[in-house]
C-alpha cells in the first residue's frame, strides 16, 4: 500500500468534498418556497426552476449523513437547509393520483405544484431515504411508506398505474432490488429490531441483484426474467458498467454487515472487476454509459459517453473492495479510475464537477446541476471515500 | 439556377432512394408473423425483434406512397409489403386500456402482443397515416380513429392517461398541431369533401403552429402556452431546429394548397430560416438536435448530435421553399445542407444511412434502423426532392 499515495488522494477528496457542499450551500437552495433547485448551471445560475424530488430527497438524505458523520459539517445552516427540504417534501412531493392511491410527484413547479408523476417507485425511495435520515438527526418517525413500496415490489405492482400488457413481461430491473436493499441498509443502520424485520427483504434483494450475474458468471445484465433468466432483444442484452459497480458496493457493505465472505467474493469478482473491465474504454479512458453484451450498438443515444456517476461509484466500490481485502490490484484499479475522474470531472473555475462527457473527454453539457444530477452522487463518493481512506491510513480514534 | 448541379443532385438522390427502398425491402420484413422488423444492425442484421408502431405505420405509409406516385415502385412485392404491414397494424396495434378506451401500443412483440403503451397521440397518428393510404391503393376505407383523435387533441385529453396535475399546465407541443395538420393534409388529398370536413382543423393546426414564432419573431420554441405565450424554464427555452424546420415545409404546402401567401411568408422566414440561422453548427456542421433559445446548455444529453432527420427535413424544406419563390439563397442553403449530409450519412459500404453522429460528425451509433429510426424520414426526403427536382428540371410530363 502505497500510504504517500493514498494521503494525497485523502487530502484531495476532503479538499473537493469541502468545496462541493459549499457550492450547494450558496447555489441551490430556495429560501422563498423552500426546497432545493436542482438545475445549476456551471457558474451556479439557476436555469429552471422545477425541483425534481429524487433530488430533493438526496440532497436532503446527504445534508443529514454529512451532519452526522462528519464533525466538520455538524454546521446549524446545514442542519437547517436539510430541515428545510425535508418539510418542503413533506409538503408537496405526495400526490393523490387514482383516488385513494398515493405516489411521490417527479418533479414540482418552484412552489410544490406537483408537474409529473412517473410509473416507478424511485420518487418515493428518495423521499424514504431523505426521511429516515431526517429522523436520525430531529428524532421523528415517519416510515409508512416502505410498507407500500414493499407491498408494489413484491405483491402488486399496478397501484403504479402501468397498463398491465400481454407482450410486457414481469422483469427484474437491477435497480428496483439495488434501490430496495439502500433503503434496507438505511433503515436498519444501528437499529436492530428494524434490522430484524426487513433481514428477509435484505436477502431477497440481495438474491434478486445477484439474478443479474449471467452467461455463465462472465457477465452483469441489466434486466433479467422475473425467474433470472436471460430476456431477449436490447432490453435483455443491456450493460450499465457504473450501476453494477454501485450494486458491488452496496453487495460489499451486505456482506460485511453479515459476515458473507461468499457475497463479498461475487460481488468483487462479478460486481467490480467485470464491469470494469467490460466498461472501461481502452481508446479514451472513462467507463461507457451502456454496452451491449454481444457487442451490437446500444440504441441509447448516449451509451459512449462518460457520466460522472459511474466513476464516483467505481471509486467507492474499488476503494471498499481494497479495505475488505487489501488486494494490492484493486487499489491500482481505484487509482486509474481517481486519475481519469480528478483529471476530468471536477471544474478548476467555477467549482463543483461536470456530469457530462464526450466519449473523447471533452464537456458536452456544462451545467453542475439538472433533472438527473443534484447533491447526491459527487458528496456520497467524496465522503465514502473519505471514509475509507481515513480508516486505511489509521486517521480515526 | 445551376441546372448541371441540379442535376446531379437529382441523380444522386433517385440513386439512392432506390438502394435505400432495397435495403427495407431486403432485411426488415417479418415473413412469419408479419409486419416489419425496424432495429435493423449496420448490416442489414436484425438486433431486436420489438416491433415499433410509429415506425410500421410509417413503412407502410411510404410503401404505398412511392407505390402510388413513382412508375418505378409500383411493384407487386411493395405493394404485398405494405398490405402485409397494414395487416399487421390492424391485428395487433389497437389495446384496450381503461375498459372501453382504445389506444394504439408503442411497442408490440415480434407475434404482436403490446409491450407498452405511450400517453401521447403519436402511435394513433402513425396508424391512421399508414392506413389511409394504403386505403388509397386498395380501396378500403377505415377511418374512425381520427374522431378519437381530435377529440384528445381539442376536448379532452384524460383518456390518454395521464393524471391532472396542477403543476402541469396545458401546452402547445409543436408536435401535436404539426402531426394533425399532416393527418389533414394526408386525409384531404384529392378528396374535396374531406377537405372541407377538416379544413377548420387545418387551419386551427397552421394558427397554433403559428403561435411557435416567440421573441419578437426572432425564435421557434417548441413548447408554449395553450395562449401562446411563452412557458418558464427549459422546456419554454427549447429549440428544435430540425423541427421547425419540418415545420416549415408543412406550412409551405399548406400555403400551396390555399394559395396563402402570408403562410408562405412566414414559413420561409420563420420557420425556414430563422431555424437553420441559429441551429447549425458553424465550427462542425451540421444541425444541432436541440438548442436553448437563451444560450443555456440544454438538459438533453445529445442536444449536441448530428440527427439524420433534422437534415432530411432541412432539405425537403429548402428545396420546397425554393421551388415556390426562386429565390437564389434558399438553393444555396439547399446545397449547403446536401454537400453535409451526403458527405456524412451515408453508408457506402453497407447501404442506407447512419442515423446519429457526435457533434464533430463521426459515427456514434452504427445501426441502419432503432426503436426511432425506420423507413421514413430518409426515403421521405429522398422521395419528394426527387419530385422536386423533377418539377425544376421539367421532367414530368
Not at 429524487?54 to 454529512?66: A, D, S
Not at 403504479?160 to 434496507?184: F, H, I, K
Not at 438474491?207 to 431477449?232: F, K, W, Y
Request: glycine share 10%.
Amino acid at each position: 500500500m502505497s500510504v504517500g499515495k493514498l494521503e494525497e488522494c485523502r487530502q484531495q477528496i476532503r479538499a473537493q468534498l469541502d468545496a462541493v457542499v459549499e457550492f450547494w450551500l450558496k447555489y441551490s437552495h430556495d429560501t422563498v418556497h423552500g426546497g432545493f433547485f436542482t438545475c445549476i448551471g456551471r457558474e451556479g445560475n439557476v436555469y429552471d426552476e422545477l425541483k425534481y424530488v429524487w433530488l430533493q430527497g438526496r440532497q436532503v438524505w446527504m445534508y443529514c449523513r454529512l451532519y452526522r458523520s462528519m464533525d466538520r459539517f455538524r454546521r446549524p445552516d446545514i442542519l437547517a437547509a436539510a430541515k428545510a427540504g425535508g418539510e418542503f417534501l413533506r409538503k408537496f412531493a405526495r400526490v393523490s393520483t387514482n383516488g385513494n392511491q398515493w405516489k411521490c410527484a417527479f418533479c414540482l413547479t418552484r412552489d410544490g405544484k406537483a408537474v409529473k408523476v412517473q410509473r416507478t417507485i424511485f420518487s418515493e425511495c428518495f423521499y424514504i431515504m431523505a426521511m429516515d435520515e431526517l429522523s436520525r438527526v430531529t428524532g421523528d418517525k415517519e416510515m409508512e411508506m416502505m410498507e407500500q413500496l414493499i407491498y408494489w415490489v413484491r405483491e402488486d405492482a399496478s397501484g403504479l398505474g402501468r397498463p398491465q400488457l400481454p407482450g410486457d413481461v414481469p422483469t427484474n430491473s437491477m435497480a428496483v432490488p439495488m434501490m430496495l436493499l439502500c433503503l434496507v441498509q438505511q433503515l436498519s443502520d444501528g437499529r436492530p429490531e428494524t434490522g430484524g424485520k426487513y433481514s428477509e427483504l435484505g436477502s431477497w434483494c440481495v438474491s434478486e441483484i445477484q439474478q443479474h450475474v449471467q452467461r455463465d458468471g462472465t457477465a452483469i445484465l441489466e434486466n433479467v426474467s422475473a425467474t433470472g433468466a436471460e430476456l431477449p432483444g436490447c432490453l435483455g442484452r443491456l450493460q450499465n458498467p457504473g450501476h453494477a459497480l454501485e450494486a458491488g458496493w452496496f453487495l460489499l457493505r451486505y456482506a460485511a454487515d453479515n459476515d458473507n465472505k461468499e457475497i463479498q467474493r461475487t460481488a468483487i469478482e462479478k460486481f467490480v472487476e467485470l464491469p470494469f473491465e467490460s466498461g472501461w474504454d481502452k481508446a479514451h479512458g472513462g467507463l461507457f454509459y451502456f454496452l451491449d453484451v454481444d457487442g451490437h450498438c446500444p440504441t441509447q443515444l448516449e451509451w459512449s459517453m462518460k457520466l460522472w456517476w459511474p466513476h464516483s461509484e467505481a471509486l467507492v466500490a474499488f476503494l471498499m473492495a481494497y479495505s475488505q481485502t487489501k488486494n494490492p490490484e484493486l487499489l491500482e484499479n481505484f487509482f486509474r479510475v481517481y486519475e481519469y475522474t480528478f483529471s476530468h470531472f471536477p471544474d478548476s473555475e467555477s467549482g463543483e464537477w461536470f456530469g457530462y462527457l464526450t466519449q473523447e473527454g471533452k464537456v458536452a453539457l456544462d451545467f453542475k446541476g439538472g433533472p438527473f444530477k443534484g447533491f447526491f452522487h459527487v458528496p456520497r463518493c467524496l465522503y465514502m471515500c473519505e471514509s475509507l481512506l481515513d480508516d486505511l491510513l489509521g486517521k480515526h480514534g
